[in-house]
């Protein structure tokens, strides 16, 4: 027996995945293009001679000093390609503006009314340098933090390379995200540069940014600079007014002229950006990584899982706000020279069929996205990507959240049964920012599961005391090997990224419930910890609770995520009131709206219950696995430590 609390909703699924019902075989002609044709000897050679892989996969990047070693490695510390000097703004322009694909197209930008502009590598360069000549004139340099609070524009992407090209350490915030959130991150990271957009759009509707802003850094004296990227205003848009000397435009503070900022140099173990996430704990967790490593792990698995190659035309539906947009919009593709499609929007408005127009437009060979918008698209029936021409695209990722069989089998069968092409799953978070465990195409899919580790990645699945399970057995999900691609620290705090090494002594814990089949498929079920997965989003229950007690009416709160059709998870909270608050009309509504200023949109409970006291250990601590049982009508499990 597992010593690790299942709920019996997981232990049901593992009990289905154990079944293995129909697997999707890869179909031939990808299996034969495939860049890592035979996985499993790939896989036993990375084992055997780990150096030797990360070698190998070092050379898809372009050095300016070659490394003396390929790694060293002492967990939980780790450091890669040692003595190697690089940059990755050269590695995704430079490199492609003098070798040949100066006229390609690097991204094609479309906005949620069909306005398109389109950026060849030798723009893209152009503008990427100008934007680094007047960072560096605003006083920015090698180490210094910017943080990037913009939706899927250009002016994100130009921004994020124009810090790498100065060595400086961009830190992009989810442009949905709220005051308490951006400030809080600002704080943390130390940014004396924020740059923002005005607006963006969602939904036909103008979302002003700017507020938040100026809300985040009102008091600040850290923040020296607000740079602005005005999009223009439209018809009933407040244009933005600048409130204070600190504050500069995107475009005015450039010089036509400049066409060339120098990139700097920077060591393999050098940061090339913080990204926070959702911890346990109410703080954001500042997940570092370096600059050699994510490149060379990035550059690699954009061909070798992701199989994009320089002719394709790409398309991922996530946002430069999360790591699949670092890593697989921005770092990964351009660093292959590939054409990357970019829509700022919701992937069903102004139609249910903008996605699949698109596609047959563009010619989209390869897509990623996540289980909640196929989901979505599940929802509005297979009629709409039947009405086009997608016998182009044949692939389909998807990632951040489990893959569930039905939606696996409909995407399959309405998104690539054009092409004959395939829908693969793939596992990795934050603080491993690519694949892990996913489906190759050359080798079947199972529904349900994501798939096998990844060469160089020795994936197990433990017991609560660190002891291998059998297959059938769900358990946490840990990696014995560190990965180049892989978190160096916390920002600002150590401490907090050796924990996750000494949860269990010599493995990476990922937090994560994960089993494995007879023939070492890996299932993920969800988290171990008290994290949700809203849309694919990671949000910490702590976030929210912390959130709801600084509403003046709330005395306690707890939350927890609950089965969604379409999302994964939606949260519910419970709130106790104050002494002398009365639960009147308008309060969960008047708590609803606090959340979503204080930490955005997605944190925003669906449900919030008013009770008189919430189920607690004699510690004093809330049980949440208590709520949440009770909620699904399952056995709460041992009650003996609660208080009452
Ligand atoms: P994030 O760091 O926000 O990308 O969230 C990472 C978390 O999302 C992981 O720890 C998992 O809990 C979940 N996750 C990501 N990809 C998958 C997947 N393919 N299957 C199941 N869960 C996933």
Redesign the pocket.
Known sequence: MTDIQLTESQQAAIRALMRDEGVIPPPLHLARNAVLRNDQVERDRALRDPDGFWREQAAGVEWMTPFSEVSRIEPPEHQWFTGGKLNASANCLDRHVHGGRRNTAALIWIGEDGEEHTYTYARLYREVNRFANALKRLGVGKGDRVVVYMPLVPEGIITMLACARLGAIHSVVYAGMGTQALRSRIEDSGARIVVCSDYTFRRGKSIPLKPTVDESVRDSAQVEWVVVHRRGSRPGDEPVSFESEREVDFYDIQEAGEIHCEPEPMDAEDPLFILY??GTTGRPKGVVHATGGYMVGVTYLARAFYQIGDQDIYWSTSDIG???GHSFIVYGPLSIGATVLVREGVPDYPSADVTWELCERFGVNVMFTAPTAVRMWMSHGPDAPGRYDLSRLRLVA??????NPEAHRWAQRNLVGQSDGMVV???????IAGPV?GTLPTFEARPGK?GKPMPGVVADVVSKDGEPLPAGQGGLLVLRRPLPYMLRTVWGDHARYLKYWEQLPGMYT???IAVRDNDGYFA?L??ADD?M?VA???IGTADVEGSLVRHPSVGEAAVIGLPDPVKGERIKAFVVLRKGVEAGPGLVASLKDHVRQDLGPIAQPSEIEVRESLPKTRSGKIVRRYLKAIELGEDPGDLSTLAD
């Open positions: 996430t959702s999360w790591i699949v998807c990632a951040g959240e489990p893959l799953d793939n596992w990795w978070q934050t603080e465990l994501v990922a937090g994560d993920v969800g988290r994290v997965n694919g989003h990671r």
